[in-house]
Every structure is written in C-alpha cells, then in structure tokens.
C-alpha cells in the first residue's frame, strides 16, 4: 500500500537551545521515529518530545529563522 493515503503532517518541535527541529510524519510519535533515522544521539537529545507544534506548509516560512 502507498504512504500516499495516509496523511502525513509537519510538526516542530522545540529544542533545548530554544530553537525548533522541523519533523514530518503520520503522528508526532512517527515524526520523531522519523528524526531518530536522520540525527545522532546527541542532537535527539536536545529535542524536547512533548513540546510539538503541528503545522502546514502554508505556515513554514513563518518559523523559518526559528529553526536549529
């Protein structure tokens, strides 16, 4: 079966420097699986879990300067 049907959504989450890491999945949870592949452990732990924003595309060039 296709990702295509089902939803996925951009979420961002807040980081420890104050910063958001930019994340994309099904889910929250899915998202952050996600950003477990791509980063070390040391930048996964500067990522704050439970502090997430879910945002569309529309909205991203609003937070551009806030990402780290």
């Known amino acids: 079966m296709s990702s295509f049907s ?3 959504y951009m979420y961002l ?10 994340a ?3 889910s929250p949870e899915d998202a952050l699986e996600v950003l477990r592949i791509r980063l070390s452990e040391a930048e996964m732990a500067e990522i704050i ?14 937070y551009v300067r806030e990402l780290g």
């Open 6 to 8: 089902n939803p996925h």
């Open 13 to 22: 989450f807040a980081m420890t420097s104050g910063k958001k890491k930019l």
């Open 24 to 26: 994309y999945g099904q």
């Open 49 to 62: 879990p439970d502090q997430f924003q879910k945002i569309n595309q529309r909205q991203l060039q609003q």
